[in-house]
């Protein structure tokens, strides 16, 4: 009968706080539901167009930032006038011709504006000669030259140069032999570098082949270009 009356007691006592879970849970839902839903903020950032790209530098920026110094590659290419042209025993005399050089030096940035560039290269030129009974004669003569070249300026570019080598020349004419000896020119050139790194431009220079009995001395007047790397 104890027992009884204990296990109704506590049956009793769980009755009573069932509705008292139950009205807090039903308080709790009501919290929730009345609370805003959480989220992310969206944020947008506008960029706009593309810089511009920034205006080319000017002309005269390309040359401050030269190397110091560069590899030189030229080619000239000229007519020849002779001068003094000797009296042969045959009447032979010399009229005009033309010719070429080909170049290779290391130009060298001395100051603003200056540059000198060492150089050596091989030069042909070849005039034509003819005796009193027309018979015609060819003079053949080459050059191995060594020397340097002194420019001014970054786009029109005044120049000085001379070389110094051996040379030699050839002939038809059986009155005149085979000779060689020391090769010798000196000349100017006005350059254009319109373009970095590339220039061409005209050029008169007086060249002469020690080459005895009979001495050639001629005027080259040409055109050239010359490419640095």
């Known amino acids: 009968m104890v027992i009884l009356s204990l296990h109704s007691a506590s049956s009793r006592t769980r009755y009573r706080a069932f509705p008292l879970f139950a009205v807090a849970a039903a308080a709790a839902a009501c919290v929730l539901a009345a609370s805003p839903a959480a989220h992310a903020d969206r944020y947008y950032v506008y960029y706009g167009p593309p810089a511009p790209p920034p205006p080319p530098p000017p002309r005269e920026a390309y040359y401050e930032y030269e190397h110091p110094t560069a590899l030189s590659l030229a080619a000239d290419l000229e007519g020849a006038v002779p001068l003094n042209a000797p009296v042969l025993a045959d009447g032979n005399s010399l009229q005009g011709g033309g010719g ?13 504006g200056l540059h000198i560039t060492p150089e050596g290269g091989y030069g042909f030129d070849h005039v034509w000669a003819s005796d009193d009974i027309g018979n015609a004669y060819s003079w053949d003569m080459h050059r191995l030259f060594g020397g340097a070249r002194l420019e001014f300026g970054h786009i029109v570019v005044p120049v000085f140069y001379a070389h110094v080598g051996y040379g030699w020349r050839t002939t038809g004419d ?4 085979a000779a060689s000896g020391v090769a010798f020119d000196i000349g100017g050139a006005l350059d254009l570098r319109l373009i970095p790194f590339f220039a061409v431009g005209a050029h008169i220079e007086y060249a002469t082949i020690d080459s005895q009995p009979y001495t050639p001395e001629w005027m ?6 010359s490419l640095t790397l």
């Open 174 to 177: 059986p009155t005149v032999p």
């Open 100 to 112: 070429f050089k080909l170049r290779i030096g290391e130009r060298i940035h001395v100051a603003r």
């Open 220 to 225: 080259a007047l040409g055109l050239h270009a």
